[in-house]
């Protein structure tokens, strides 16, 4: 499974942007899929994740109310809305894909950057 995101930029605070995570490769085994967001200096934290089949959601505190993840599995792909950006929101957000098999893995995009100005 490879992931490519796409859909970071600059926003201003109160702002939105969505951003996209495409996959491709053996996509029938993704168990869950997710956003986690990093800062530097700081550990990677989750955003929100969805788990295939069901579509069930997580969402970190800090994005509750304000950030919607979703699925597309017709085009693999998944999205994170993001509403009512906040500076603190600024981080590199990476898509994690869980794989499910004999052994699970994950994999992990290469990030894409979100800057929220104030």
């Known amino acids: 499974v490879q992931l490519v995101e796409s859909g970071g930029g600059l926003v201003q605070a109160g702002g939105s942007l969505r951003l996209s995570c495409a996959a491709s490769g053996s996509t029938f085994s993704i168990n869950s899929m997710g956003w986690y967001r990093q800062t530097p200096g700081k550990q990677r934290e989750l955003v929100a994740r969805i788990i295939s089949g069901g579509g069930t959601t997580n969402y970190g505190d800090s994005v509750k109310g304000r950030f919607t993840i979703s699925r597309d599995n017709a085009k693999n792909t998944m999205y994170l809305q993001m509403n009512s950006l906040k500076p603190e929101d600024t981080a590199v957000y990476y898509c994690?894909?869980?794989?499910?098999?004999?052994?699970?893995?994950?994999?992990w995009g290469q990030g894409t950057q979100v800057t929220v100005s104030s």
């Open positions: 994690k894909a869980v794989i499910r098999g004999s052994s699970w893995s994950f994999v």
